[in-house]
């Protein structure tokens, strides 16, 4: 079975710090993808990675950066997080295979 | 860019009733899926169909898609308890670095009373 990890469950943030987000997965996919979920807007796709080192912005980027520095890993970074960035992130590992997106469990992320 | 619509936004039902979802999309797709999320968990996926099939099935789930009309739907027979979630389509119509880019819509809210 696919497995895909994230680091927190839930973090608590104030306004300005800098945030990771990191997500592992197990299965050598290529494609790894960051969403967050509101309510009533469903998920939006902030970036995705298609390899080590490559990345592409998603449809809302701004506030973000992400790092793959390896295969397994993709990180979320909210250079200064503000309030408007409270919401649940989600990571997924795609698999080119069957055209399946595994998801992480999620990290709520609350920023006061 | 929202691209999947879910219909209705929630359902309930006793346990042993089917469900019926539907989602309406706007572009061409190459596949659309859908996931289930229980409440505050991740997404998991349920069944992929092709724009070249019309009907799929995995266990008591059923999917139907509708080029023509743009719109797919999804039934659960049988509804448990535990099917109680929220049911999300994805869209796949653009393929960049060999992945698909889904486009999710909003959701259905199932509760399945026992």
């Known amino acids: 079975d696919v497995k895909v990890t994230q680091s927190s469950r839930y973090l608590v943030k104030r306004t300005g710090e800098k945030v990771f987000l990191e997500c592992v997965q197990d299965?050598?996919?290529?494609?790894m993808f960051w969403y967050r979920q509101d309510p009533g807007l469903g998920l939006r796709l902030i970036y995705f990675s298609y390899d080590v080192k490559m990345k592409e912005k998603g449809d809302i980027p701004e506030g973000y950066s992400v790092s793959r520095e390896k295969k397994e890993r993709f990180s979320l970074i909210l250079e200064s997080a503000s309030t408007n960035q409270t919401s649940m992130y989600l990571c997924?590992?795609?698999?080119?295979?069957?055209?399946?997106?595994?998801f992480g469990p999620g990290t709520r992320l609350t920023v006061l | 860019s929202q691209q999947g619509e879910e219909d209705p936004q929630a359902l309930s039902i006793q346990e042993g009733e089917n469900a019926t979802m539907n989602c309406s999309y706007k572009?061409?797709?190459?596949?659309l899926q859908w996931y289930r999320q229980n409440s505050g968990r991740g997404l998991v996926h349920l069944i992929l169909i092709r724009s070249n099939e019309r009907e799929k099935h995995s266990g008591r789930l059923r999917v139907t898609l509708d080029t023509s009309k743009k719109s797919s739907s999804l039934l659960i027979t049988a509804s448990r308890a535990a099917d109680t979630a929220s049911y999300f389509c994805?869209?796949?119509?653009?393929?960049?670095?060999?992945?698909?880019?889904?486009?999710f819509g909003t959701g259905t809210r199932l509760q399945v009373f026992p």
């Open positions: 997924a590992s795609y698999d080119r295979y069957t055209d399946t997106q595994y």
């Open positions: 572009t061409s797709i190459n596949n």
């Open positions: 299965m050598d996919h290529e494609n």
């Open positions: 994805a869209t796949a119509a653009i393929r960049s670095y060999n992945t698909d880019k889904l486009i």
